[in-house]
């Protein structure tokens, strides 16, 4: 007879509870530690002081963790550090290899409980000839969240086939200081922008059986100066209504299973040993019954750099009380000191036993404790169904004894990787250069121009890792913005104008032959780690200023009397204002993945009329960080300081090749209840605004349309205006669509004090805006009745409905009915932000 934690139709909470129950204290401890293997390798660090940990000369070579990242620690592990992330490994190899160390894992504790292998996803798998799709300041770009899931979707799917479990994506951190290396990393400045795709993303992860991991919680991207792992000074309301959104929304819509804490302190308390935030907010308040995992040598750094523990012991029962179950990458603190601690009664048991019940329930659902479970990669399984992963058949073998073949560049999934990169593509200015004209001798320059690297965030493998095996073959087919150009415009002259030098240090173009008509110069940054980059992880900017003297090469152009398309290639956004109104053309593209090249091509040339938008705004002036539009009247420029902060760009901005009108504008209701009920406190009241979308020009286009709240008169000081919801609609020439965003009460809600967030009685305005600055409609809203405090259940999004209308008569391209370009009518019928 199977034991109760065997059998399948018992619940997880009931499986898991009976198997903690028969193991002892050390076996359980076992489940909280996670090995690195291979993270010893040499080369330069891929986390935060790692060969301190993981080299045998640091911190790790103590009685506190294994002698080596490969040592199985007694009766576990519970966790296995990016086996795919870590070193190059042909996909086949790897899942095999992977396979067989969860086989050595199942051998070392009496239960056969097999780790839960974890690795990196933030712009793809990160592994070797894995699809490399944008970075997260693209997708915010995209207003685009159903895309955003589909990719995510595949993603998870790829991990899956290869035996990993868990990804540690995405980063929902709100932008609050662009000069912060990890700006690439996050989806934007505006909370609703990124707690809707942050959303999006996790639902397809989970989607897909894939352990979302939600990070970093909370307050990382708002350290002093924009510096990684600085201290953070932060108010609470400012923490609940700009940076916890996007985990709540994540949680509660998403479905995400794990959290990790972030590097940072927070007037003083260090997020990983703060019970009120991972405890009380987390679990009590918000409801979570996942896990919480450390950032890699999170714990540690409690001794170590936040000085709040005195030994790694300490350390462990400060986060494993404020609610930390899992420590990462490696074992140090969860281990013997942690045993030591409990055998003494420093530590109470029942921590350790709350923990570990949590790492047992998500290992019974996904399936590791199951009778049977084999840890054969999903993709080499006999009989498993085929995949986009494995084209020529699953198994261990083909038909005529060849290799099975796992491919992590799907063309399905390139596909979506090359949607993306087109659709966040951002036109910011044009004076009517662009598109290229056809017959154009176009001069292309720039440090970037060919250089395919430029198309890569830092959490890319090529970037992540191999920058350190610079023998190895990218892994991934990668075009440069020159070879991009020279394949979408065969017919015209492209010449390329070498910038001598190197990207970190660009000399003034050569300038011999025949005078080009137009200038294409790119520039940007080279993406890396810990000072290896100009943007990435540890990759912080002084300023704003172009780097490496890049801006000095643009004024060079501009003085040749050339008109100059400037194409940006960066993982931030930085100040153009001395070139405002001396550019041709300027278009932004974040680190745009595999297919970034030819979707800028596509931009350039009006095969793709771009639809992007600004998920951070581009500054004026280098200094004056940090701001973002998110800011009350005194944060704007007034008469009280001689420095105007607003952007040059402002978010939500971006330019067409084609022209929209809006179009009657309306609002179903001009009162609502503050507390959002309905006639009789039936169903809901909501405010239904419309608006009509028609396109104008002669080329298909995709409009965004963007919804503001601004409260004029609050009993606290709010930001001018803040998004609360957006419609992408996609309309060919001459076609219209009637848009309709309903606003329920609670988004007007904000933070009177922690722990309470009310709706008050008064009047609003919604304004219809193409961008945080460009107001099409503004429309009246009165909240009427008694002030409102919500709960955990509030309402956070704007259900949106898009619908093709017919074609006036006599109207441009007026042919029969209307079609909303590339989409069908679910599709436009779906929420959508």
């Known amino acids: 007879m199977p034991h109760p934690w065997q059998d399948t139709e018992l619940s997880a909470a009931e499986r898991a509870a009976d198997l903690l129950a028969r193991m002892t204290l050390e076996e359980r401890v076992g489940q909280l530690s996670a090995i690195w293997p291979g993270s010893d390798a040499g080369g330069e660090d891929v986390a935060p002081l790692q060969h301190q940990f993981t080299a045998g000369d640091g911190p790790a070579d103590t009685p506190n963790g294994p002698a080596s990242p490969d040592t199985l620690p007694p009766h576990g592990p519970g966790q296995l550090t990016r086996p795919f992330g870590t070193l190059p490994v042909d996909p086949l190899k790897g899942a095999r290899a992977l396979a067989e160390l969860q086989r050595r894992v199942m051998a070392n ?31 915010g770009a995209t207003f685009d969240p159903e895309l955003l899931e589909r990719a995510a979707a595949m993603i998870g799917e790829s991990m899956r086939a290869v035996g990993v479990h868990q990804g540690l994506s995405p980063v929902l ?15 934007g400045e505006d909370p609703q922008l990124v707690a809707e795709l942050a959303t999006a993303y996790v639902r ?22 924009g510096r990684n792992h600085a201290p953070v000074s932060m108010g609470p309301r ?25 590097y940072t302190d927070t007037d003083g308390v260090p997020a990983a040993g703060d019970r009120e935030l991972l405890t009380e907010l987390l679990r009590e308040h918000w409801g979570f019954t996942g896990t919480v995992v450390a950032d890699y040598f999170g714990i540690s750094f409690l001794e170590l750099s936040h000085r709040v523990a005195d030994s790694p012991g300490t350390a462990a029962a400060l986060a494993l009380e404020a609610g930390v179950d899992v420590e990462l990458p490696v074992l140090r603190c969860y281990g013997e000191p942690l045993l030591d601690g409990v055998r003494s009664g420093a530590v109470p048991e029942e921590l350790v036993d709350r923990a570990v019940l949590r790492v047992l329930i998500q290992k019974c659902e996904l399936g590791l404790l199951d009778p049977g479970w084999d840890p054969t990669a999903p993709a080499l ?15 261990d073998g083909s038909a005529d004894g060849s290799e099975p073949r796992i491919d992590l560049d799907p063309p399905a999934l390139r596909d979506v990787a090359r949607r993306l990169a087109e659709e966040s593509v951002i036109l910011l200015a044009n004076d009517g250069t662009l598109p290229l004209r056809p017959g154009l001798r176009i001069g292309v320059t720039g440090p970037f121009a060919d250089e395919s690297a430029a198309m890569l965030g830092c959490y890319t493998f ?23 150009l020279r394949a979408e415009l065969p017919h015209a002259t492209i010449d390329h104008h070498d910038a001598p030098g190197t990207a970190a240090a660009p000399s003034l173009p050569t300038a011999d032959g025949p005078r080009p008509d137009v200038w294409v110069v790119a520039l940007g940054d080279r993406s890396g780690l810990f000072g290896r980059g100009t943007s990435g992880e540890g990759c912080d900017a002084a300023d704003l200023e172009l780097p490496d003297g890049q801006g000095a090469v643009l004024d060079a152009l501009v003085e040749t009397g050339v008109p100059v398309v400037a194409v940006l290639l960066t993982g931030r956004p930085y100040a153009l204002g001395r070139w405002a109104d001396r550019l041709a053309g300027i278009v932004q593209a974040f680190f745009p993945g595999e297919e970034g090249g030819p ?42 300081s001689s420095l105007d902060p607003g952007a040059l760009f402002p978010f939500g901005h971006g330019l067409h090749y084609t022209s929209f009108a809006w179009e009657d504008a309306t609002i179903d209701t001009p009162k609502l209840p503050t507390d959002g009920r309905g006639p009789d406190g ?35 000081v709010r930001p001018v205006q803040r998004l609360i919801g957006w419609a992408r609609v996609p309309l060919e020439p001459g076609a219209s669509a009637r848009v309709t965003l309903s606003v329920h009460p609670d988004l007007a809600s904000y933070t009177l004090r922690p722990g309470r967030r009310i709706v008050e009685p008064g009047a609003l305005e919604l304004r219809l805006a193409a961008s945080s600055e460009d107001t099409r409609h503004p429309l009246a809203l009165e909240l009427t009745g008694a002030e409102h405090t919500t709960g955990p259940d509030r309402r956070m999004t704007c259900p949106v409905l898009v619908e093709p209308l017919p074609t006036d008569a006599g109207g441009p391209g007026d042919s029969g009915p209307a079609s909303v370009a590339g989409t069908t009518a679910a599709e436009v019928s779906a929420p959508a932000g």
């Open 109 to 139: 504790n009496r239960f056969g409980i097999p780790a839960q292998a974890h690795d990196e996803c933030l712009t793809g798998f990160t592994a070797w000839q894995a699809a490399i799709l944008p970075t997260p300041l693209a997708w």
């Open 173 to 187: 951190d709100v932008v609050r200081d662009p000069r912060w290396g990890r700006t690439e990393e996050s989806i």
């Open 204 to 225: 397809g992860l989970e989607s897909a059986g894939i352990v979302a991991t939600l990070k970093h919680f909370a307050g990382y991207s708002a350290s002093r100066a």
């Open 238 to 262: 400012e923490m609940a209504d700009v940076i916890l959104p996007p985990f709540e929304l994540a949680l509660r819509e998403g479905g995400a299973r794990s959290v990790m804490h972030a």
């Open 381 to 395: 399984r006999p009989g498993a169904p085929a995949s986009p992963v494995t084209p020529d058949g699953p198994g």
């Open 462 to 484: 090529p970037r992540h890792v191999g920058v350190e095996h610079p023998e190895l073959p990218l892994g991934v087919e990668l075009r440069s913005l020159l070879e991009s």
């Open 599 to 640: 979707a800028v091509a596509g931009v350039l040339s009006g095969r793709i009329n771009p639809s992007g938008r600004l998920p951070v705004g581009v500054p004026r002036h280098a200094g004056g960080q940090p701001t973002t539009y998110l800011a009350p009247p005194l944060g704007r420029h007034n008469d009280a």
């Open 682 to 716: 039936v169903g809901e009241a909501v405010a239904r605004v419309s608006v009509t979308v028609r396109n104008t020009g002669d080329r298909a286009g995709t409009e965004i349309v963007q919804l503001y709240l601004h409260d004029p008169v609050a009993r606290i």
